[in-house]
């Protein structure tokens, strides 16, 4: 099924948010939203268009806005486009940006959506996207009770036999769907994967390059995926569930190693991979096949993630991750502008990762930034990456915490900054006085190169909890740790 996109373009006056309201209402019918989530999105977005209207200059002078649906069997997603002067975000709920105010219009969008992004473009405007995601096509919609039942974990392994591996076929979709459901229950974090109209569409995309295992019956026993949401340079290894009758014989080495090759056809740079640190299995998978540790990504998933066959408590906290990296071939040099107080552990980071580095002079910015932040409800975190640093990015990223943390509910803020820009030092001293602390390096994760990641946790942390297998794994660790008790105090 194609995208199904339309668009509004109405002027920038009070009266149009009656006329956007109403559009709104038919998107949410033609989406099937349920009828709590619908009204509830329908109110935020208006509310939000009418904030749009009253930050921008005097009427008259304004460009038309736009709203932008686009509806796809995955989500709904609405767009408002301002194309004059920059909005503000936060000026619709925040008396200052230490004490904000928590307005209707940002609490609504706590509650209607699972996805919410908002971009500073700097002279060419702001954009605001919310996403719903569809609660139709579950996979129990599909199947019947008897073929959803909990893969037996004490049943003894299945016979010897040949397996197949390969890329994923719309035909496959129900297949994966119920090996994942049978594997998680419903813990599973990434709810796409229990939608079979979803993994086919996310595939056609190319947002998701799913590989399967079959056994020779044909069934599929095991899956992993490529994540690209952005269709960039790099795809993050993830979704990987194999069932537990064929575990122990490869299949997830033999899948990674097919990924490898489908990624490189792809063109794709590298591949990010996080694994856990409740236990160290997947960290000694990643060191096996080539992969880099190169951060350490606090409180990443929520407590209610599940183990099955390895922990059968709840964890006491939010599950941090370690951020590994595999290059897809030689990595070209990359220009790095170090705060000078890092600078020792991000060579030691680049020296692990095997990349060459040319570390150069700090400087300063002078011209407006661009940002783009976003809010991610499944996974219970938010997100800042700075495109370009600029005089005022500091004071955005200050905003973006308040809004986050402060109106969204969110514990867990994680921020990017462009190492290939000479005003990232000053910046990030400046985020590290607002309460970010060092935890990384984002190899290509920002569009001119690399990222300094740093992070927030809102609430309270236990380092001492993770399990960490490599040694090195410790040092970095220990490092972020004290980073952490630094900008605290």
Not at 287 to 292: K, L, V
Not at 312 to 335: C, D, H, N, W
């Amino acid at each position: 099924m194609p995208d199904f996109r339309t668009q509004l373009s109405v002027p920038s006056h009070p009266d149009s948010a009656s006329i956007a309201a109403a559009y709104l209402r038919e998107l949410v019918t033609l989406a099937r939203l349920p009828a709590e989530q619908a009204t509830h999105l329908v109110l935020a977005a208006t509310e939000c268009f009418s904030s749009i209207i009253r930050c921008t200059d005097a009427p008259g002078d304004q460009e038309p806005l736009d709203l932008i649906a686009i509806l796809t069997p995955r989500s709904l997603t609405l767009q408002i486009h301002e194309r004059g002067a920059p909005f503000d975000p936060s000026a619709a709920t925040a008396g200052t940006l230490d004490a904000p105010v928590r307005g209707p219009a940002w609490e609504r969008i706590r509650h209607a959506v699972d996805e919410a992004r908002w971009f500073n473009r700097g002279s060419a405007g702001m954009e605001l996207h919310l996403t719903a995601h569809r609660r139709d096509g579950h996979v129990t919609q599909h199947l019947p009770e008897t073929e959803l039942t909990a893969f037996p974990h004490e049943d003894p392994q299945a016979r010897a036999q040949s397996y197949s591996i390969r890329r994923f076929r719309p035909a496959d979709a129900i297949g994966v769907a119920q090996c994942v459901y049978r594997s998680f229950g419903y813990t599973y974090g990434d709810a796409d994967l229990y939608y079979p109209d979803r993994l086919v569409h996310l595939n056609e995309t190319g947002q998701l390059v799913s590989l399967v295992a079959l056994d020779e019956a044909g069934t599929i026993v095991g899956h992993l995926g490529l994540e690209r949401p952005d269709l960039g340079p790099i795809a993050e290894s993830s979704d990987a569930a194999v069932a537990p009758a064929h575990r122990h014989r490869h299949l997830l080495e033999r899948l990674r190693a097919f990924a490898e090759r489908e990624a490189r056809g792809l063109g794709i740079e590298g591949l990010v991979g996080y694994p856990v640190t409740t236990h160290p299995f997947s960290q000694r998978m990643d060191e096996a096949i080539g992969a880099r540790l190169c951060g350490v990504v606090l409180g990443q998933l929520p407590r209610s993630t599940s183990f099955k066959g390895i922990t059968t408590e709840v964890s006491p906290q939010r599950v941090s991750t370690l951020l590994y990296f595999k290059y897809m071939g030689a990595p070209t040099p990359t220009i790095v502008h170090a705060p000078p107080h890092h600078r020792s552990m991000l060579e030691r980071l680049y020296a692990n990762l095997g990349a060459p580095a040319e570390f150069r002079t700090p400087g300063t910015a002078t011209e407006a930034g661009r940002l783009v932040v976003s809010l991610d409800r499944q996974w219970g975190f938010g997100e800042v990456l700075v495109e370009k640093v600029g005089v005022d990015t500091a004071t955005e990223i200050r905003r973006a915490l308040a809004d986050l943390c402060g109106v969204a509910g969110t514990e867990v803020v994680y921020l990017y900054l462009p190492l290939g820009q000479a005003g990232t030092p000053e910046l990030c001293a400046g985020a590290e006085a607002g309460g970010f602390f060092f935890s990384g390096i984002g190899p290509r994760f920002a569009k001119d190169g690399d990222a300094l990641c740093l992070q927030y946790i809102g609430g309270e942390l236990d380092t001492r909890l993770l399990q960490i297998a490599s040694p090195f794994g410790r040092e970095l660790l220990d490092y972020v740790t004290a980073e952490r008790t630094r900008v605290r105090g």
